[in-house]
Nanobody, 124 residues
């Protein structure tokens, strides 16, 4: 059973940085994709970034491209989302999600495994 636990959220001023972590367990294959999604109050959940566990493939939403970096630490079974130059519109609950396979899908329904979420609040 795949389990995901996010951490690293918090309150930060606009222009600041945060690094979110997603600790994974139960993975049995490198054909595994971890994605980050976020959901702001009153809005639909949206894709942020994704990474393939077996290689260097990554994908980013246009809204965070150039400001964020997704990476993984194989030894720690952890995926990170480094977010820089944060804006108030980045305020949301950030979720880590996972699926087996190699395709970096940006549709949330294609990810069967989810963490509990971590709140990111960016003040202006």
């Amino acid at each position: 059973q795949v389990q995901l636990v996010e951490s690293g959220g918090g309150l930060v001023q606009a222009g600041g940085s945060l690094r979110l972590s997603c600790a994974t367990s139960g993975r049995t294959t490198n054909s595994f994709v971890v994605g980050w999604f976020r959901q702001a109050p009153g809005k639909e959940r949206e894709f942020v970034a994704a990474i393939w566990w077996g290689g260097a493939s990554t994908q980013y939403a246009d809204s965070v491209k150039g400001r964020s970096t997704i990476s993984r630490d194989n030894a720690k079974n952890t995926v990170y989302l480094q977010m820089n130059s944060l804006k108030p519109e980045d305020t949301a609950v950030y979720y880590c999600a996972a699926r087996t396979g190699v395709a970096l899908h940006n549709e949330s329904y294609k990810y069967p495994y989810w963490g509990q979420g971590t709140q990111v609040t960016v003040s202006s």
